[in-house]
């Protein structure tokens, strides 16, 4: 499973993935924006480029300088904000009705935005809590009479529950991450460095058909996995590291987000017992989730573990430095949070992560990371964890 390949043979056995989970259809996204309207308890609602424009809107876009948003009223119909020469790319994307309202390049769209709302007549207004504060400020300055607060609870409140097709598109990223994690393994040889494992894993996942190929990727061979993301600079594998591997992709904007932890050669006494730990604290994790609980006892779950074994019940190290896992989606990190103080009860449809990582400071550290989803009665994987730390994959 570790070593005996080389980059080349592995990425001439990839092809594209077989049958491609469906796209979001044009009646979810008109769901979505049903919902949003139902949670809000503000006249209009704006949402800027970005995770949640792709959500309600279908327009994948990054955010820039320039603003991009739609303005959701109460009840009717939104409208797009939207420089006037990108107009046939929003057309393109675009996967909801809406009247497109346009600014050229030495207009001021928020003055445009302005003049929406008073034509809805709103004088409040739900700002999407990921928008720019430059941007937000320009909209306060050009409309001061409009009543402004935060979007978060509808958004969090549409997009934490995940529909079928949502899980769907999650699986797929997922499993595609997972093969791509079986073939890093196969590369490795000593000598090879963590850029050479990173550009591997790229390519493999452009190959399975990935939107961008990796959407992120940390490689960390020996002491530099004791560094939950990782050291800058490149790593050599050498005969006795620990091989730490946190890597996603996305596949229609929907992430994932996996890691394996394991050794190359024969693992030390202390990296066993450490990894065993690990795994305890996954499963014991795993094991908590129930509609209804609050997402903070997922995390204390996992540190009684660590505790139990002689790690830091708080942050403290050795032990577990961070939360045990985050929500995932159109966001690689979303609401809601495993964290202690996140009160938030678990509900069918939530997706987490689940990283109790444990760090030994100055030796390495142990990450092994799945995801999950609420069910009606407990918790299911979308990829199964790692079985063994000499038995990394299936």
């Known amino acids: 499973m570790i070593g005996g390949s080389t980059a080349e043979q592995e990425l001439a056995d990839l092809e594209p993935w077989p049958n491609p989970a469906p796209a979001i259809a044009a009646d979810e996204r008109r769901a979505r924006l049903a919902q949003a309207q139902g949670l809000m ?11 949640s424009l792709r959500y309600f809107a279908g327009v994948g876009w990054n955010a820039t300088e320039r603003l991009v948003a739609m303005v959701l009223p109460k009840s009717g119909a939104p409208a797009m904000i939207c420089p006037r020469f990108e107009e046939g790319s929003l057309n393109a994307a675009l996967g909801i009705e809406a009247s497109p309202r346009l600014w050229e390049e030495h207009e001021s769209p928020y003055a445009l935005t302005a003049s929406v709302l008073a034509e809805l007549g709103a004088s409040t207004l739900a700002i999407d809590p990921a928008l720019a504060f430059f941007m937000f400020d320009g909209l306060r300055q050009a409309a001061p009479e409009v009543a402004m607060e935060t979007a ?5 409140g549409c997009r934490m529950i995940k529909s079928p097709a949502e899980l769907a598109l999650m699986s797929q990223a997922k499993a595609m991450t997972l093969e791509v994690h079986r073939r890093a393994a196969r590369i490795l040889t000593a000598g090879v460095t963590t850029t050479q494992v990173r550009r591997f894993i790229d390519q493999a996942h452009r190959a399975l058909g990935a939107d961008d190929g990796s959407s992120f990727c940390a490689v960390q061979f020996g002491a530099a996995s004791a560094y939950p993301h990782g050291l800058p600079g490149d790593q050599v594998l050498a005969d006795g590291d620990l091989v730490l591997i946190d890597t996603g992709c996305r596949v229609q904007g929907y992430n994932s987000d996996i890691t394996r932890t394991y050794v190359f050669g024969t693992a030390t006494q202390e990296q066993a017992r450490v990894w065993a730990v690990e795994k305890q604290a996954q499963a014991a994790a795993f094991a908590a989730v129930k509609p209804g609980v609050a997402c903070e006892e997922i995390d204390a779950a996992a540190r009684r573990v660590l505790a139990a074994e002689g790690f830091s019940a708080d942050y403290d190290l050795p032990g577990l430095p961070h939360r045990t896992g985050h929500g995932i989606g159109l966001s690689i990190h979303e609401a809601p949070y495993l964290v202690r103080g996140d ?9 987490f992560s689940n990283e109790p990582m444990i760090v030994i400071p100055g030796r390495f550290g142990v990450r092994l990371e799945d995801h999950f989803h609420v069910t009606e009665d407990g918790a299911a994987w979308f990829t199964q964890p790692q079985e063994s730390l000499e038995k990394p994959f299936e």
């Open 41 to 51: 308890t503000t006249e209009a609602m704006l949402i800027g480029a970005g995770a």
């Open 343 to 351: 009160k938030t009860p678990l509900a069918p449809g939530m997706c």
């Open 152 to 156: 978060a609870p509808v958004v969090d």
